[in-house]
Every structure is written in structure tokens, then in C-alpha cells.
């Protein structure tokens, strides 16, 4: 079956019910998504399906043919890890690439979120704790969206003459 992923085509040999984290790590080589509890619960292996943060251990290769996934390796450079080295957010640094797959499908869907939208929308696990550095690290893009989105807005209006 197919899969497109990261914005490539590739052709994939499984059982339609294996789990496509299997295939990322196993098949392709794509072990920036990681395993944890297999089980939906802790978020380490979190990938983009269409946009949407989803766990990549409850997901289906067959399911997954239907859309466009995108792994850490796509997304990668991208400014949540500038603000992750900033803020030194990771520990041990397991849950990581999962908790920045979370984080950057919250801001692409809201850019510069409050606290309650990042705490109800981040369900990770960090064994390690890092919830106040991962917060910090989001608003630190966040506020950068912010401005540009005012710099922006000011930039039009100035040459709207
Ligand atoms: S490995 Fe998928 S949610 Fe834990
Ligand atoms: S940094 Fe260690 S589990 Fe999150």
C-alpha cells in the first residue's frame, strides 16, 4: 500500500492493521517518532495526519493511507526547537519529539494560545516533568507569531496608499 509522508510517495509491505508507528520506525526508518506505551496514552509517537496532532500507535497503515502524514523529520528545522534549546525544555528527552509534533499542530491551529487552550490541548506525558518548560517554549513562538502578525498588519496598512 501507499503512504504519502513528509510530502514523498512510498510504497509500504504490512498488514493493514499494523500500527503505523511500526512502519515509520521499522519499515522506513523514521525513528524521530517514538515508541512509548503503544497503547494511546503518552503521546511519544505523535505524527501529523491531515494537519491534526495523532497518535501514531493507534493509527492503522491502512487508515493511514487516506492521508498526508507528516513525522518530525518533516518538520524539522522548525522555530518550537529553536525555542525548546531556549528554554532547555528537554530532560532525558524521550517524550520530545512527540510533545514539539503536539505543540506545532496546537499553533498551527491557534498561533498564540493561553495557558488553558496549551494545558488542554498538550496531553503528552513528560515522565520528566518538563509541562512548565514546554509551556514556555510554546509561548515563546507564540509571542514571535504575535508580532509578526503586527508587523504584518502594520506593513499593509503603511503601503496601502
Ligand atoms: S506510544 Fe503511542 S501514545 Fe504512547
Ligand atoms: S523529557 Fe524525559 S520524558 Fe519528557
Redesign the pocket.
Known amino acids: 500500500m501507499k503512504l504519502k509522508i513528509n510530502g514523498q510517495s512510498y510504497d509500504v509491505d504490512a498488514e493493514p492493521e499494523t500500527p503505523l ?1 511500526w512502519v515509520l520506525r521499522e519499515q522506513l526508518g523514521m525513528t524521530g517518532t ?13 505524527v501529523h495526519f491531515d494537519g491534526k496532532a495523532m ?4 493509527l492503522p497503515v491502512v487508515s493511514a493511507g487516506s492521508g498526508e502524514i507528516t513525522t518530525i523529520e518533516g518538520i524539522t528545522p522548525h522555530p518550537l526547537q529553536a525555542a525548546w534549546i531556549e528554554e532547555q525544555v528537554p530532560q532525558c528527552g524521550y517524550c520530545q519529539s ?1 510533545q514539539l509534533m503536539a505543540a506545532a499542530a496546537l499553533l498551527e491551529q491557534i498561533p498564540n494560545p493561553s495557558d488553558a487552550q496549551i494545558n488542554s490541548t498538550m496531553t503528552n506525558i513528560c515522565r520528566c516533568a518538563t509541562y512548565d518548560r514546554i509551556r514556555k517554549g510554546i509561548k515563546r513562538v507564540a509571542a514571535d507569531n504575535a508580532s509578526a502578525t503586527a508587523s504584518n498588519t502594520t506593513d499593509t496598512t503603511g503601503g496601502a496608499e
Open positions: 508507528l517514538k515508541f512509548g506505551c503503544g497503547i494511546g496514552q503518552c503521546g511519544a509517537c505523535t497518535r501514531s500507535c493507534l512527540g
